[in-house]
């Protein structure tokens, strides 16, 4: 036998010191908590800066102008993204467990991706459908005027950029990577992890009425349901930076044609 040959000793294996671990619900609670505030304060600074360097008398009308300008929010969401990734960083660092594994970062494969846009289109089509039916405008108010203000600005490039590849970025890493990964392994299950990731997505979206919150809120809903039967991150980030781009391109003929 191996194990009496002195030439060829036993193989002994030493378990890891401190072996991997995933977040459960008050520590993917907690360290979300820190992760909202870093993105917050990514964006904060921005806005700050802006409002801080403008010429002219400082007054509150003033400042209120250049923090709801096109400008201002599209580089506010921009920088947002590094402050948000590098606190998901320390948090999956913190747990020992590899970024990519952690937040389920593993491309779609085509037939996915096309099973996902299928069901977003028709999702998104459904809530435009009501929309006429209750007399409202397809795309929210808030967008038209933020698109007016970055053309007016130059910005509309930068606008694009940030609402269409920084935001779904931060908000998908943030919601359906970080906080889904750690709720669904806790007593909440994966429909409670899908419908509290969910919700506090939608509460991330303060600047819509209640329809539109509606909305947000059933879109994560499919896109937390397509992580978890597909276990891909990266297909809702594709997917709502898709849903953002149709929005930005609706909401650019709208301005157009008011």
């Known amino acids: 036998m191996d194990s009496l040959d002195p030439a060829r000793p036993p193989v002994t294996i ?45 007054d509150l009308a003033a400042a209120i102008h250049v923090v709801g300008g096109g400008l201002t929010i599209s580089l506010s969401v921009i920088m947002g993204l ?5 606190a998901i960083w320390i948090a999956t660092r913190w747990s020992r467990t590899p970024f990519a594994d952690y937040l389920a970062l593993r491309w779609p494969s085509w037939r996915h991706l096309a099973i996902g846009i299928v069901a977003l289109v028709v ?14 405008e397809v795309a929210p108010g808030f967008m038209v005027d933020v698109l007016k203000s970055a053309r007016a600005d130059g910005a509309l490039w930068l606008l694009v950029m940030a609402f269409c590849v ?8 943030f919601a359906r990577g970080f906080l889904y990964r750690g709720w669904s392994e806790s007593f909440l299950k994966v429909p409670g992890a899908i419908l509290l990731s969910s919700l506090v997505w939608t509460a991330l979206h303060l600047q819509y009425d ?24 990266w297909l809702t980030t594709v997917l709502h930076g898709l849903n953002n781009f149709a929005a930005t391109l609706q909401s650019i003929w709208l301005a157009g044609n008011v």
């Open 82 to 86: 590094p402050a948000a990734l590098g």
């Open 210 to 233: 209640w329809f539109f919150f509606g909305q947000v809120f059933s879109i994560g809903l499919l896109f937390g349901w397509l992580r978890y039967r597909y276990h891909s991150t």
């Open 166 to 173: 920084a935001a779904p970025i931060s908000e998908e890493f």
């Open 14 to 58: 030493t378990p890891a010191r401190h072996p991997p671990r995933i977040w459960k619900f008050w520590g993917t609670t907690l360290w979300g908590l820190f992760i909202f505030l870093a993105l917050f304060a990514g964006q904060l600074v921005v806005v700050a800066w802006l409002v801080l360097r403008q010429e002219g008398p400082f």
């Open 123 to 136: 999702l998104v089509a459904g809530w435009d459908l009501l929309s006429r039916a209750l007399g409202r």
